[in-house]
């Protein structure tokens, strides 16, 4: 089986992660996997050993002249399926296939494309004519697989494989002395938050929380990791609060897995979430955790087994939450235990490959035989 994948982006978020993880999971199991990639972005970067890579970087959502390069490489290479990663390198696909991006043997490969947040599909022609041409859509929760449908999207032409990760990859990696790196007090109990400063991550209500949880635990320090268009807002709320050290924004870093390490808590503050695959890391690390019960979040915390669930924007749920758990050593083992577990057995990248996997052998089974039925003299 081989399979091109598309990623657009010039980020690295926890979708770009999964793709590499996706591309080098296949690998690892004998399928050759190409990837077209923006020549700028972080997932080039960190993918350009080892890998069959194309840069290609479409300027907008219907840009044509990258289409068409798009469908030059299709002919080319002739993938049994086209896996697209992001709303732009859906549109760009199912342009260079209405552009005849087919090879020598006339076969049209099927499009897969990867659904990972928890909005609702735009309804405007463009879209809706680009989603027609998907195969499958591989949900990364359930939440949004019925979303999905919802939309429109017949329940037949949905699947959900909850994303994974490389627990082998979680375990070799280093930790990092947070207090040391971030000059924190010694004995300071550390609250970690790793997400896009973007709305939907809700790090506000997560500043609102610690400005309560310090009047119980006045020690209590908390790093949010991540940047994006809500910093300014973010250092204005910290500091009319007077949170400036206790609230500590170190922007991205490449090192966020170490820092989980050091971690005594993660919080994740999502008002939406479509999964949530920091939340594995956390458990991966065998981190407890404090999480919104948003999207498909609940798909991978269970409350009172592998962390805390508490209300979308509730502050005063959350601080309680938070509070509970630095002051219950006993209770933060048993939950980072039972997280380590759960992911070991439910989330791995091997699980998800394997799905995947099965997803593309079905999809490009049923095009075979469509194309056989309608050219019957090429096989």
Not at 75 to 93: N, Q, S, T
Not at 334 to 350: D, Y
């Amino acid at each position: 089986m081989f399979s091109l994948h598309i990623d657009t982006a010039r980020t690295w978020r926890g979708g770009q992660n999964q793709v590499l993880l996706t591309v080098n999971g296949l690998r690892e199991i004998g399928h050759r996997a190409a990837l077209v990639a923006h020549p700028d972005g972080e997932l080039w970067r960190r993918a350009s050993e080892g890998l069959e890579l194309i840069p290609l970087a479409p300027r907008t959502e219907v840009d044509l002249s990258t289409a068409w390069r798009l469908a030059r490489v299709l002919k080319r290479l002739e993938p049994d399926v086209i896996h697209a990663h992001d709303p732009h390198g859906i549109a760009m696909a199912a342009l260079a296939l209405s552009m005849g991006g087919s090879g020598p043997s006339g076969r049209v490969p099927p499009l897969v494309a990867s659904r990972r947040v928890d909005f609702h599909l735009k309804a405007h022609s463009f879209s809706r004519w680009k989603h027609r041409q998907v195969a499958c859509f591989l949900a990364a929760s359930e939440v949004i697989r019925k979303m999905l449908v919802a939309d429109g999207v017949p329940a037949e032409r949905t699947v959900t494989v909850h994303e994974g990760i490389d627990v082998d990859h979680v375990a070799a990696t280093p930790p990092v002395n947070v207090h040391e790196a971030f000059w924190l007090p010694h004995h300071a109990p550390v609250v970690g938050n790793i997400a896009a400063l973007v709305p939907h991550k809700g790090q506000r209500h997560l500043v609102e929380a610690a400005h309560l949880v310090v009047r119980d635990v006045p020690d209590a320090r908390f790093l949010i990791l991540g940047e994006g268009e809500l910093r300014d807002p973010l250092t204005r709320q910290i500091r009319d609060y007077r949170l400036e050290k206790h609230v500590l924004l170190p922007g991205f870093r490449a090192d966020v897995l170490g820092c989980l390490k050091s971690f005594d808590l993660f919080v994740m503050s999502s008002v939406s979430e479509g999964l949530g695959t920091s939340l594995l890391d956390a458990m991966a690390c065998a981190r407890p955790i404090v999480a919104t019960a948003a999207g498909g979040i609940p798909e991978i915390v269970e409350d009172g087994v592998n962390g805390l669930l508490v209300p979308p924007r509730d502050h005063h749920a959350m601080a309680a939450a938070i509070v509970r758990l630095l002051t219950d050593e006993p209770l933060r083992d048993q939950l980072g235990g039972t997280g380590l577990a759960r992911v070991r057995e439910r989330f791995t990248v091997e699980r998800m490959v394997a799905e995947t996997v099965a997803v593309y052998a079905r999809v490009a089974g049923r095009r075979r035989a469509a194309d056989t039925a309608r050219h019957p003299a090429r096989d």
